[in-house]
């Protein structure tokens, strides 16, 4: 984070706000940077999409653990050990053949760490926010994702007070994989809603 060139015109507002900000606190003595080096390494790689790819396979594998995410996803992924800030209220969504989910902050970059990790920088960006709801599936075809005419998709936007967990269709050609296994197949961008689990092969 602090290894950053310095080139803040050619950053979103957002992030540059939050580099000068982090500049002025450090500065004043306020914020330790080797210590915001280690929140961040923490959600990078001990509270990161791994988590969040552990929840959804085991919800392709136990139809009950499943039933529990749709009926209290926050209970259900705090029972896998997966809880803390930005993860207090969740919600799971299933996707389905007729049904694709995705997920936005309109308003800034509400994302749900315990099970993700931190946000990706185009998740915070001004265009996502704005089109994800405008053109959903101009966007998700952008991403390599082009869905089926007949295909519903559903913007979910994320607040403060609810986060969501996208839960992908489980690709064929998996029935004999275990848990393990099913969990590295799963992409960050799939529990958002902007990516497709590919199949073993593809993997």
Known sequence: MHDHPHHDNE????????????????????????????????YEHEVGPRNGAEVVARAWSDPDFAEWLRRDATAAIASMGFIGRQGEHMVALFNTPEEHNLVVCTLCSCYPWPVLGLPPTWYKAPAYRARAVREPRAVLGEFGVDLPAEARIRVWDSTAELRYLVIPMRPEGTDELDAAALADLVTRDSMIGCGLVPAPEAA
């Open 11 to 42: 950053l979103d507002e957002m992030t540059a706000r939050v580099r000068a900000l982090e500049t002025i606190l450090t500065e004043k003595g306020l914020v330790d940077p080797a210590a915001i080096d280690a929140i961040i390494e923490t």
